[in-house]
């Protein structure tokens, strides 16, 4: 049974930082490319960030101007996102997801098959 697992959600003011973790489990996770999604109320689901299955590769949306840093570990099957200077914009439901194999386009969330639940980060300002 596949899962992703998200954590370390919360509750910070602007200027804070979190770090999200995803625990996947029940598919190949070692060779699978990851991706963080956020999704805002009233918003569209948008991209956040991509690492390579081997951690050597990663992009990241527009918007997070080197504040954010996508990791993993694939001894412990969990990817990373850390999160510094944080803004109140940033406040959204995250998602971390499995990209699926041979697909193009890293920031579609259509290229992406497997999703975690969702883990809630509110910045206050």
């Known amino acids: 049974q596949v899962q992703l697992v998200e954590s370390g959600g919360g509750l910070v003011q602007a200027g804070g930082s979190l770090r999200l973790s995803c625990a996947a489990s029940?598919?190949?996770?070692?060779?699978?490319?990851m991706g963080w999604f956020r999704q805002a109320p009233g918003k569209e689901r948008e991209f956040v960030a991509y690492?390579?299955?081997?951690?050597?590769?990663?992009y990241y949306g527009d918007f997070v101007k080197g504040r954010f840093t996508i990791s993993r570990d694939n001894a412990k099957n969990t990817v990373y996102l850390q999160m510094n200077s944080l803004k109140a914009e940033d406040t959204a439901v995250y998602y971390c997801?499995?990209?699926?194999?041979?697909?193009?386009?890293?920031?579609?969330?259509?290229?992406?098959?497997?999703w975690g639940q969702g883990t809630q980060v509110t910045v206050s300002s």
């Open positions: 997801a499995r990209k699926i194999r041979g697909s193009s386009d890293y920031r579609d969330l259509n290229n992406y098959d497997y």
């Open positions: 029940g598919f190949a996770y070692s060779t699978s490319a």
């Open positions: 690492i390579a299955w081997s951690g050597g590769i990663t």
